[in-house]
């Protein structure tokens, strides 16, 4: 897949070919490509926080291979059983992360908006 016209746009592309883990600066308005092509690979998001309350980034799976988002305390803060999200070729997902009120306390969490591959 060419993501060219994204940078055009000046958006800023970021393309991981191995499993890692995602800092901040990558989370900012961006798109993350995963090239799965050599094989599966694992995106694990940072801690949610105040500092990045507002960052988005949208993450594509670009090749054959599986793509896995992970967040340690689960999208939404629903914890260890709402963790992953796995996606296929051409699939993507929004992740956003904001504060939530929960039991009468501000958390920090990420939430998943997911589209599966068109046509």
């Not at 890692?20 to 993350?32: M, Y």
């Not at 070729?89 to 068109?118: H, I, P, Q």
């Amino acid at each position: 897949m060419d993501f060219a016209y994204q940078e055009n746009a000046g958006r800023t592309v970021v393309t991981k070919a191995a499993t890692a883990t995602l800092v901040p600066d990558e989370l900012n308005g961006t798109l993350v490509v995963a090239d799965t092509t050599s094989g599966a690979v694992a995106l694990t998001l940072p801690a949610a926080s105040a500092e990045m309350d507002g960052y988005k980034a949208l993450i594509v799976d670009a090749a054959a291979n599986a793509l896995t988002i992970v967040v340690a305390a689960g999208f939404g803060a629903v914890g260890a059983g709402g963790d992953t999200l796995t996606l296929a070729r051409g699939e993507m997902a929004m992740v956003l992360c904001s504060k939530v009120l929960v039991n009468g306390t501000d958390v920090f969490c990420w939430f998943a908006l997911y589209a599966g591959a068109l046509g």
